[in-house]
């Protein structure tokens, strides 16, 4: 659930959602037609206030689930900005370390990056060089430096162990902080009924179908998407600019080995 719309493409969810509440209008307006062939007219006051309150109910969600994936998008931007400045100080620092391993460890930040930046935009590793095997081999030089010079390599080490941390913490904003899928669930649920008291009304009023209810399904559809598009890093349209980690590739291959 938690992988909701992993598998329809971004367009194909604007559609969808357009077309399912197109739909449900036109269910509503129907049955409230027939109801009133059966039954006789139908009071429109009463049906338009509970298809109001069914529409604000529908307004908050959706402004409560973009929230979500905005804060998600924001977090996702300062991880990247943080993880970027964690390898840039590492890489500086590694002039306090013996000249011994400092080329060994420089080559594995910079390669470090390339990896950040194939991962970002949902390129596969190359071999040998994914986040794990590249974080592995910086930890076994930065134990030995450890080793070597006792008390005299702390602050290394400890961005050494920063960049570590920062990779777990992209990862989790990145992959594991989505917008719950029995939160889509639940709002999906919210606008069908909610198309469906909007098609009753119009029905009961004995209004024609307006192709204003177009331009409000086209609008729901939209925000919509954006949010499913937040919700799906490096897969859709909106992504966050790599800008940083770039700039740091660029700077790392100026510096000295």
Do not use: W
């Given at each position: 659930m938690d992988r909701f719309f992993a598998d329809i493409p971004i367009w194909g969810v604007f559609a969808a959602t357009l077309v399912l509440i197109l739909t449900f209008v036109e269910v509503g307006h129907r049955w409230a037609k027939r109801r009133q062939g059966k039954s006789g007219p139908e009071k429109e006051a009463p049906v338009g206030a509970m298809a109001s309150a069914t529409l604000a109910l529908l307004a908050f969600l959706l402004a409560f689930t973009f929230g979500l994936a905005a804060d998600a998008f924001h977090a996702r931007k300062l991880a990247l900005v943080a993880e970027a400045n964690a390898i840039r100080m590492t890489y500086l620092l590694c002039d306090v370390i013996p000249e011994t391993h400092r080329a060994e460890i420089r080559a594995i930040l910079r390669r470090y990056v390339d990896e950040r930046l194939r991962w970002a935009n949902g390129q596969p590793d190359e071999p040998g060089a994914s986040a794990k095997e590249l974080l592995d081999q910086l930890w076994k030089y930065a134990g030995i430096v450890g080793e070597q010079n006792p008390g005299g390599v702390d602050v290394f080490l400890s961005s050494v162990s920063r960049v570590i941390e920062l990779q777990q913490e992209r990862l989790m904003v990145r992959e594991r902080s989505r917008v719950p899928g029995e939160y889509w669930v639940v709002l999906y649920l919210i606008a069908i009924l909610g198309s469906i008291a909007v098609g009753y009304h119009s029905g009961v009023a004995g209004a024609s179908r307006s192709p204003v209810m177009?331009?409000?399904?086209?609008?729901?559809?939209?925000?919509?998407?954006?949010?499913?598009?937040?919700?799906?890093?490096?897969?859709?349209?909106?992504?966050?600019?790599?800008?940083?980690?770039?700039?740091?590739?660029?700077?790392?291959?100026?510096?000295?080995?």
């Open positions: 177009l331009s409000v399904a086209i609008a729901f559809s939209a925000v919509i998407m954006v949010i499913a598009d937040l919700d799906r890093p490096g897969q859709g349209f909106i992504k966050v600019s790599q800008e940083p980690m770039v700039d740091l590739r660029a700077a790392l291959a100026g510096s000295k080995p």
